[in-house]
């Protein structure tokens, strides 16, 4: 059974930073791309970040962009988004999704991947 668990999540101040990780389980992790994707309160879900298997390519949506970090060691099975320099705006639920495929290319298509976290919780305000 395939499985993600995000962790990380918390109440941050304005400029803070935040380590989210995303652990898997079930499936061959260093095979297949993952993103973090993104719902603030009322809003629809937003692409953030997308990391082919090897992780050596990522991709980032222009919002996070110099701010947010993605990585993963494949070793742990574990997906990585460091996040700094946080702004309010980054206040969402954030979740960890798996592709079908490798690269990274298409990880912008949220609605391809196949499974997803339960997600976790980021709050910035002061």
């Known amino acids: 059974e395939v499985q993600l668990v995000e962790s990380g999540g918390g109440l941050v101040q304005p400029g803070g930073s935040l380590r989210l990780s995303c652990a898997a389980s079930?499936?061959?992790?260093?095979?297949?791309?993952m993103s973090w994707v993104r719902q603030a309160p009322g809003k629809g879900r937003e692409w953030v970040s997308g990391?082919?298997?090897?992780?050596?390519?990522?991709n980032y949506a222009d919002s996070v962009r110099g701010r947010f970090t993605i990585s993963r060691d494949n070793a742990k099975k574990t997906l990585y988004l460091q996040m700094n320099s946080l702004k309010p705006e980054d206040t969402a639920v954030y979740y960890c999704a798996k592709y079908p495929w490798a690269s990274v290319l298409g990880t912008r298509d949220f609605g391809r991947a196949d499974y997803w976290g339960q997600g976790t919780q980021v709050t910035v305000s002061s």
């Open positions: 079930g499936f061959t992790f260093s095979n297949y791309a």
């Open positions: 990391i082919n298997s090897g992780g050596d390519s990522a």
